[in-house]
């Protein structure tokens, strides 16, 4: 397929992270379109991630923004009105991912609850997506490819996990990735 060409709501958007057969894939030599496809080739479905498979974060409610952050420095001027703009260094971001908190996704002993404060670097794709695609998440023509995709990958932690327990609407909680590089992307399929 192609980027995606109209207005739309990102509904099936994903985030995934990379696994091999020993944790969470190391960053590949190069950090090429190529190699980084490779990481997400077969999605695993039984929580023992093998090499070149990727696990989805599931029930997302809500996704941060994606992309490179400005580097723009407000610097205030003594005697006027407004500050000057200048260009600085961008720092790597964080993003918080807001989900519906299902505890057995999370628990110690699975591979995503494993990563929670481990500090273990993991590679991640953002995948943006106004249709499912029929074909599942790889990064492959068969998968993202069977719908018009826009998507990212970056290195990163995730660094911590908050529950927010409701008395009205499903449990939350919220986690905190820390990227530990610039964002690649954005590609298509």
Not at 153 to 164: A, H, P
Request: glycine share 10%; proline share 6%.
């Amino acid at each position: 397929m192609s980027h995606i060409a109209s207005i739309g709501a990102g509904m099936f958007s994903d985030m995934s992270v990379a696994f091999d057969a020993s944790g969470p894939a190391a960053a590949p030599g190069t950090m090429s379109k190529a190699n980084l496809d490779a990481l997400f080739a077969t999605e695993c479905t039984d929580n023992t991630p093998a090499a070149a498979e990727f696990i989805r974060i599931a029930n997302v409610r809500e996704f941060p923004a994606i992309g490179t952050p400005p580097n723009i420095v407000n610097v205030p001027v003594f005697g006027q009105s407004v500050s000057q703009q200048i260009q600085g260094q961008a720092d790597a971001p964080s993003m918080e991912i807001t989900l519906n908190y299902v505890p057995t996704q999370w628990a110690s002993g699975v591979p995503l609850g494993d990563l929670v404060g481990s500090g273990k670097q993991c590679v991640f794709r953002f995948s943006l997506l106004n249709s499912a695609p029929s074909g599942g998440y790889a990064s492959a023509v068969g998968g993202l490819g069977t719908t018009q995709n826009t998507y990212w990958y970056f290195l990163g932690k995730i660094d911590s996990l908050l529950v927010t327990p409701s008395l009205s609407d499903s449990n939350q909680a919220t986690i905190a990735i820390t990227l530990q590089s610039v964002v690649y992307g954005a590609y298509t399929v």
